[in-house]
């Protein structure tokens, strides 16, 4: 059974960071490219970074600079590191692995900026 299990939601102040991290199981991790994506109230689900099995990272334009994507092979697991945080930045955030034709989506944690 594949499980995408995401952790470090919560309540920060502009300007501060969290970290998320995205445990995998029931995959060959390392072969699937890892995505963070958002979903805001009243807005459609946003990609906000990738990246790939071979390490290669791309950023939506609103987070570049900000947030750093990275994965670790060893322990099945992908992160967002989030800098700076910004109101904006408030949504539930969604762990996405896929390869090929096969897709699999985290429950998402809730992460709250204030400002």
């Known amino acids: 059974q594949v499980q995408l299990v995401e952790f470090g939601g919560g309540l920060v102040q502009a300007g501060g960071s969290l970290r998320l991290s995205c445990a995998a199981s029931?995959?060959?991790?390392?072969?699937?490219?890892m995505e963070w994506y958002r979903q805001a109230p009243g807005k459609q689900r946003e990609l906000v970074a990738r990246?790939?099995?071979?390490?290669?990272?791309n950023y939506v334009n609103s987070v570049r600079g900000r947030f750093t994507i990275t994965r670790d092979n060893a322990k099945n697991t992908v992160y967002l590191q989030m800098n700076s945080l910004k109101p904006d930045d408030t949504a539930v955030y969604y762990c996405?692995?896929?390869?090929?034709?096969?897709?699999?989506w985290g429950q998402g944690t809730q992460v709250t900026v204030s400002s």
């Open positions: 996405h692995a896929f390869w090929g034709s096969a897709n699999y």
């Open positions: 029931g995959i060959r991790f390392s072969i699937y490219t």
């Open positions: 990246i790939t099995s071979g390490g290669t990272t």
